[in-house]
């Protein structure tokens, strides 16, 4: 950020947040003249969702999910991992050369062919977001006779 600008507390979060889109919407781009990505249908749906989901759990807001990070996504969609569990995770993402997940690294686990534990989880949350598998209502009223 520009010294010359005087930003206290919510507007400088803002310009902050603004500008981590802009980035995420740049390499969006690029995802989308990328050949190899060419086939997979509703893309540009899919990288904004991306995008909305890598900028709610980069914390720090440098652009990478760090371990703290992971730690609350996970926690989040209800499945907490041990420290040891996520370096696994941060490692098979990207390939074990950072301690950081940057937005690149996610949105290939995403869209790629492997499946990575934390490709599984994020798939799992928006299916379950979508339909419940618990019957509503009370249960079903039962007499004697149908007891075992």
Do not use: W
């Not at 390499?27 to 540009?44: A, G, H, S, T, V």
């Not at 940057?102 to 949350?125: H, I, P, T, W």
């Not at 598998?133 to 004697?144: A, T, W």
Request: proline letters at 5%; a neutral charge.
């Amino acid at each position: 950020m520009p010294s010359n600008m005087d930003l206290q507390g919510g507007k400088a979060f803002g310009l902050l947040k603004a500008q981590q889109r802009e980035r995420l919407d740049e390499i969006n781009k690029e995802f989308m003249e990328d050949q190899k990505y060419r086939d997979e249908e509703d893309l540009p749906d899919k990288l904004d969702s991306f995008k909305n989901k890598y900028a709610e759990f980069d914390l720090n807001d440098q652009g990478d999910i760090d371990m703290m990070g992971l730690k609350r996504m996970m926690e989040k969609l209800g499945v907490p991992k041990t420290h040891l569990e996520m370096k696994k995770m941060i490692s098979e993402v990207t390939g074990g050369c950072s301690d950081t997940i940057n937005y690149r690294d996610f949105v290939k686990m995403m869209l790629g062919k492997r499946s990575a534990v934390l490709k599984l989880v994020m798939m799992f949350e928006d299916k379950a977001n979508g339909t419940s598998c618990k019957p509503g209502g009370p249960p079903p009223k039962r007499d004697i006779t149908s007891l075992p």
